[in-house]
């Protein structure tokens, strides 16, 4: 099955041809798919590790998403596997010490008292070692402009906070959906953001990687002298894609498009996204503690900064002084 996908995708970059080279083949695969024999690379290693580990046995080929629909969001299984064969691992597999610490935890919380080791705890960090593999990690979704909202501010709302990779699509006329994949969170700023593991590429009509590595993704609202929006390039005189803050259309290559639709999808682990609820509901905290404060007013005339303003003009504001005082 991965290879028929994996021939699809190759025809609807190459078109349909009697005969493909080997050479064709690996050259297109180690730009566009350099993963996609990884499942079963992994899947042969744990068989020969010997492995029975329960968290060893993560055997799903691709990601999990959260509370996924098919047909209602952009991201379908066949793209999520394509995704999974192209991107960097950081958005697919959490941290191996990461994934030691939960078992050592889960391994901890099955002692029969304190102060007695268990003795599957050993084990488990030799296993570990030996086979070195990682977990599968979920996607959260944290932004879907049909059930959020098409605009800047809703975005903003959603993905801000969140300090870890990220998938972004932006789908638009022409059958067209481009994917963003970003190794850090999305920031608002004058600069460019993104690291070696970012990644920009074009789902469908045609299947491709078309950057690699950042800086690649601008999001400004209020620098000086940079048009407000979202712009996906590397090159900051010849952007792949625009979209203007007012969220209505997107532009490819400076060409105006009907905008459709845009998902991000958090590829972090589940502390990732519990740090970004807790920074919200500060935020939400703070928004409504200054709403709250009464406005203060200054109680003297002399220290009202209206006065001082006034004198600086050449008015004199000392009516209380009589008409024989000099007012």
Same mark, same amino acid.
């Given at each position: 099955?991965?290879?028929?996908?994996?021939?699809?995708?190759?025809?609807?970059?190459?078109?349909?041809?009697?005969?493909?080279?080997? $050479?064709? =083949?690996? &050259? !297109?695969?180690?730009?566009?798919? #350099?993963?996609?024999?990884?499942?079963?690379? +992994?899947?042969? %290693?744990?068989?020969?590790?010997?492995?029975?580990?329960?968290?060893?046995?993560?055997?799903? #080929?691709?990601? /999990?998403?959260?509370? =996924?629909?098919?047909?209602?969001?952009?991201?379908?299984?066949?793209?999520?596997?394509?995704?999974?064969? *192209?991107?960097? #691992?950081? %958005?697919?597999?959490?941290?191996?010490?990461?994934?030691?610490?939960? @078992?050592?935890?889960? /391994?901890? @919380?099955?002692?029969?008292?304190?102060?007695? &080791? +268990?003795?599957?705890?050993?084990?488990?960090?030799?296993?570990?070692?030996?086979?070195?593999?990682?977990?599968?990690?979920?996607?959260?979704?944290?932004?879907?402009?049909?059930?959020?909202?098409?605009?800047?501010?809703?975005?903003?709302?959603?993905?801000?906070?969140?300090?870890?990779?990220?998938?972004?699509?932006?789908?638009?006329?022409?059958?067209?959906?481009?994917?963003?994949?970003?190794?850090?969170?999305?920031?608002? @700023?004058? +600069?460019?953001?993104?690291?070696? $593991?970012?990644?920009?590429?074009?789902?469908?009509?045609?299947?491709?990687?078309?950057?690699?590595?950042?800086?690649? *993704?601008?999001?400004?609202? %209020?620098?000086?002298?940079?048009?407000?929006?979202?712009?996906? @390039?590397?090159?900051? &005189?010849?952007? *792949?894609? =625009?979209?203007?803050?007012?969220?209505?259309?997107?532009?490819?290559?400076? *060409?105006?498009?009907?905008?459709?639709?845009?998902?991000?999808?958090?590829?972090?682990?589940?502390?990732?996204?519990?740090?970004?609820?807790?920074?919200?509901? !500060?935020?939400?905290?703070?928004?409504?503690?200054?709403?709250?404060?009464?406005?203060?007013?200054?109680? &003297?005339?002399?220290? +009202?900064?209206?006065?001082?303003?006034?004198?600086?003009?050449?008015?004199?504001?000392?009516?209380?002084?009589?008409?024989?005082?000099? =007012?």
């Amino acid at each position: 099955m991965s290879f028929i996908l994996t021939f699809i995708f190759y025809m609807l970059q190459f078109g349909i041809h009697e005969k493909v080279s080997f $050479d064709d =083949f690996k &050259k !297109w695969s180690h730009s566009n798919c #350099p993963h996609v024999f990884c499942g079963v690379h +992994n899947w042969v %290693y744990t068989i020969l590790t010997g492995s029975k580990m329960p968290s060893e046995q993560e055997t799903a #080929p691709v990601p /999990l998403l959260e509370r =996924f629909v098919e047909e209602k969001y952009c991201m379908s299984m066949g793209m999520l596997w394509a995704l999974s064969a *192209v991107i960097p #691992p950081c %958005y697919t597999h959490t941290d191996s010490k990461e994934t030691e610490q939960q @078992g050592e935890q889960q /391994l901890q @919380g099955q002692g029969h008292s304190q102060g007695m &080791k +268990n003795p599957l705890l050993t084990s488990f960090n030799l296993i570990m070692k030996l086979a070195r593999l990682t977990r599968c990690q979920s996607w959260t979704l944290l932004y879907d402009s049909s059930d959020h909202g098409l605009s800047l501010n809703r975005f903003s709302h959603h993905v801000s906070s969140y300090n870890g990779p990220t998938i972004s699509l932006f789908s638009f006329e022409g059958r067209n959906i481009f994917c963003v994949a970003e190794d850090r969170g999305w920031r608002e @700023g004058s +600069n460019r953001f993104g690291g070696d $593991d970012s990644m920009f590429l074009q789902i469908t009509p045609v299947f491709r990687v078309l950057q690699a590595g950042g800086p690649m *993704v601008l999001w400004s609202e %209020y620098s000086r002298g940079v048009r407000p929006g979202i712009g996906i @390039g590397k090159d900051p &005189k010849s952007q *792949v894609l =625009f979209l203007p803050s007012n969220f209505e259309r997107i532009e490819h290559y400076d *060409v105006a498009c009907e905008l459709d639709k845009i998902e991000v999808w958090g590829c972090g682990t589940t502390a990732v996204k519990e740090a970004q609820i807790k920074q919200k509901a !500060w935020e939400k905290k703070e928004t409504e503690r200054q709403a709250t404060r009464k406005l203060r007013l200054e109680p &003297k005339w002399d220290e +009202n900064p209206d006065k001082q303003i006034l004198s600086m003009a050449g008015i004199n504001t000392e009516h209380q002084y009589s008409r024989e005082g000099g =007012f």
